[in-house]
């Protein structure tokens, strides 16, 4: 994981791998894509690689994968 390239402040650009990321636009934070709240790239554990997105914790990555399921047609 590239961690230590974020080592300006602002808002970094990720792109989300299995398991690790890449900094792509160095920054020290990324958005939570549920709660819009800024989380520090070290403390970025959440994130959906399908979606490219990150979670502030474990509750909001599964507040959007309900999300998702429930507008999924059945």
Known sequence: MNRHEASSSGKARIRYLDGDFQVVVP???VTCA???AAIPLSDLRYWSVERQEAYADARASLE???A???KRPR
Do not use: A, L
């Open 34 to 36: 549920v709660t819009g």
């Open 64 to 66: 959007r994968e309900q």
């Open 68 to 70: 998702i399921r429930d």
């Open 27 to 29: 920054g020290s934070f």
